[in-house]
């Protein structure tokens, strides 16, 4: 039932639909104190509202729910892939979150591939399944083991799927 006045649960041509118009992915260890800072910085002098994660997860810990909200209410995702980049898995649970949002709310995703190329990255994608077999063969109960191949899966997609696209080669640079 509507009251008079009340507006739809749409946004409003005055209601901007993003949060941040750029949400930064990165491994800290690769890039954190150089690029990935650098990039921040030209992106905030420019106007460009980045959000840029300052905390530093411990091995094993989830991803927490504020910076997957992060994601949703980003524009557009700048992903640097870096050599470390898979071997995180905060950073490939991030990167599934992003290519969700890809189709489902069309965020914008700029690969860039910073001493990699895109062959690297599907490389990786390919061994993600080794990389996690131990930790799927550990599991004790069938449902664990399905719910462990499955992650698994989802990473090497949305690396493949990122590894695929259009984006910037930097090495030597």
Partial sequence: ?????????????????????VFLS?????????????????????GIFTFRDEEELERGESISPALLKAIEESRFAIIILSKNYASSTWCKEELAKIVRCRKETGLTILPVFYYVSPSDVRKQARTIFDHNFQDVKSKD???DMIEAYERSKTWEDALREVANLSGWHLRDR
């Fill in 26 to 46: 990165f491994r800290g260890e690769d890039t954190r104190n150089n690029f990935t800072d650098h990039l921040y910085v030209a992106l905030q002098r420019k």
């Fill in 1 to 21: 039932m509507s009251t008079p006045g009340a507006t739809s649960s749409s946004a409003s041509p005055l209601t901007p639909r993003w949060k941040y118009d």
């Fill in 141 to 143: 109960s069938l449902t």
